[in-house]
Nanobody, 124 residues
């Protein structure tokens, strides 16, 4: 199975952009549905975005729709999350997730493969 390593987090101001990356090890990356979750201090982990193994049919949480774009490059074993127009409420640890099912579950408790997380802090 794949191992996931996120990068690209940081401290930005409201309205700025960031691109998160998730590099996956293993030869079968293209067989995994991928996605991103986040967890703010004192809150439960929540779904942000997901993408199918082929890169088609991205799906977003309402909070991400229109501002975030998920994409993947199977040749580079990497999935990305482009985040634009960031808001202070986007502050959280962002986790990459993977699933061998056709579609990544959006309920965190049903996801089995996680990265270690990358911190995103948006100041007002």
């Amino acid at each position: 199975q794949v191992q996931l390593v996120e990068s690209g987090g940081g401290l930005v101001q409201a309205g700025d952009s960031l691109r998160l990356s998730c590099a996956a090890s293993g030869r079968t990356f293209s067989a995994y549905a991928m996605g991103w979750f986040r967890q703010a201090p004192g809150k439960e982990r929540e779904f942000v975005a997901k993408i199918s193994w082929s890169g088609s049919t991205p799906y977003y949480a309402n909070s991400a729709q229109g501002r975030f774009t998920i994409s993947r490059d199977n040749a580079k074993n990497t999935v990305y999350l482009q985040m634009n127009s960031l808001k202070p409420e986007d502050t959280a640890v962002y986790y990459c997730a993977a699933s061998q099912s056709r579609s990544l579950p959006t309920v965190p408790g049903t996801v089995r493969l996680w990265g270690q997380g990358t911190q995103v802090t948006v100041s007002s």
